[in-house]
């Protein structure tokens, strides 16, 4: 028994869409700004800052350093290799170590990122954290590529 090609469903490519491309991409940027722009109105006070903390969240500067090294490391061999993401270990270390292991070793260590984190070398001697808004950025950036 053959089956009908009107049974095939799925999406194999962007062809494949059951509605126009540009009307995907004009609601993937809608979903992003609208979400940043409730987040932004809705959430006035940090709920962070007033938690008991169990371990110190201060950062060394052997941690800046070894944060640094880390994302150089990720980073740098493709940029400057053509090696594809099937046999690169980027993707791994950022999808399954930075999404998965860090929250979780988070429940058990404490705030490990914190620790660790590269963007702590780009620091403001005033005060003033100008780092929200450059890794808001990213963050902006990486939920595009994952949304579209």
Same mark, same amino acid.
């Given at each position: 028994m053959k089956i009908s090609p009107l049974f095939n469903h799925g999406?194999?490519?962007?062809? /494949?869409?059951?509605i126009p491309f /540009?009307? #995907?991409l004009n609601s993937a940027v809608l979903v992003v700004v #609208?979400?940043?722009?409730?987040?932004?109105?809705?959430?006035?006070?940090s709920i962070l800052t007033s938690q008991e903390t169990l371990f110190s969240t201060k950062q060394s500067l052997s941690?800046?350093?070894?944060?640094?090294?880390?994302?150089?490391l990720l980073t740098v061999p493709g940029l400057i290799n053509n090696e594809p993401a099937k046999t690169s270990i980027t993707p791994l270390v950022l999808w399954i170590f930075l999404w998965?292991?860090?929250?979780?070793?988070?429940?058990?260590f404490g705030d490990l990122y914190a620790k660790f984190n590269p963007l702590a070398l780009i620091v403001n001697r005033e005060g003033i954290s100008h780092n929200v808004y450059f890794a808001s950025f990213l963050f902006l950036c990486l939920t595009w590529f994952e949304l579209v």
């Open positions: 999406i194999i490519n962007v062809g /494949d869409l059951p /540009d009307m #995907v #609208v979400t940043f722009v409730f987040l932004k109105i809705s959430w006035k006070e941690g800046k350093v070894f944060g640094f090294i880390i994302i150089v998965i292991a860090v929250p979780v070793l988070g429940l058990i």
